[in-house]
């Protein structure tokens, strides 16, 4: 469906933009809005992130830098291990690692052309990041990306399905929590695969502090939600649900 988008939408949303990005951020986007390719500047990240032409980067740019996606932790304390399920081009983890200056970021995308934005976005951050090129799923083996999501402008909505020889590397849960050990926050925005991530024996999660996950579906919720049980307090930031159980989670 088209979303029509007038002019006081479109001042509203400059202005909403100047104030969050400043001068030299705003232009920087206004310049990647015409023309892509570009390097945008925001306070809301140490280094300036990459804006491929053409891609849905400057939708997810202004989520995660004009919007704000993630004010919604940043109130936490003592992260200093975070895993990013679903980094797409790795503005999230920008911000994150710029939030908290103490973490390090372990990041998982399964696309491989969002793989090369993420490692170029996340590149100056150096040994504070690691990269994992796979799909997040209930057990390791393979996937592929659904291709009715593999359409120009779908970068941010790449899914991911069972394959009996896929191409895409899944990884599970535990997995990744024999390389990082405790996480302190887990960012999970997986375009649906989050029922099969907490399906099944999900005893993982005494691993996990902090819980920020963008569900997609009412079954999604219910999988979810029966998962996590009472081991966190749970609040909803627009689309985010917010699990918070990390006791240095108090509000600064």
């Known amino acids: 469906m088209k979303v029509e988008f007038g002019f006081t939408d479109r001042v509203r949303l400059y202005r909403k933009a100047m104030a969050a990005l400043g001068p030299k951020g705003f232009i920087d986007r206004s310049r990647a809005n015409r023309t892509g390719n570009s390097w945008v500047r925001t306070p809301l990240s140490d280094e300036p992130v990459y804006v491929r032409r053409g891609t849905s980067d400057r939708l997810v740019f202004d989520q995660i830098f004009v919007d704000r996606e993630y004010r919604c932790i940043d109130h936490l304390r003592g992260i200093r291990t ?13 911000y994150l690692l710029t939030r908290f200056p103490e973490a390090r970021a372990l990041c998982i995308e399964p696309d491989a052309s969002n793989f090369r934005a993420l490692r170029q976005n996340l590149g100056p951050w150096g040994s504070r990041v690691t990269y994992l090129q796979a799909a997040l799923w ?42 990082t050990g405790q996480i302190d926050l887990l960012k999970i925005d997986i375009e649906g695969a989050e029922k099969e991530v907490f399906a099944g024996d999900t005893s993982w999660l005494d691993g996990v502090g902090n819980i920020v996950v963008e569900l997609h579906s009412d079954e999604d919720r ?12 749970i609040s909803q930031c ?4 917010v699990c ?9």
């Open 238 to 241: 627009e689309e985010l649900t």
């Open 138 to 179: 209930h057990e390791p083996g393979y996937v592929d990306i659904r291709s009715d999501t593999l359409g120009s402008g779908q970068e941010w909505g790449r899914q991911v399905e069972a394959a009996d020889s896929g191409s895409v590397r899944a990884v599970s849960m535990p997995e990744i929590i024999a390389k």
């Open 244 to 252: 918070l159980g990390h006791p240095n989670a108090a509000r600064g």
């Open 222 to 233: 219910r999988v979810f939600f029966a998962a996590i049980g009472n081991r966190y307090t």
């Open 82 to 94: 975070v895993v990013d399920a679903g980094a797409n081009v790795g503005y999230s983890s920008a």
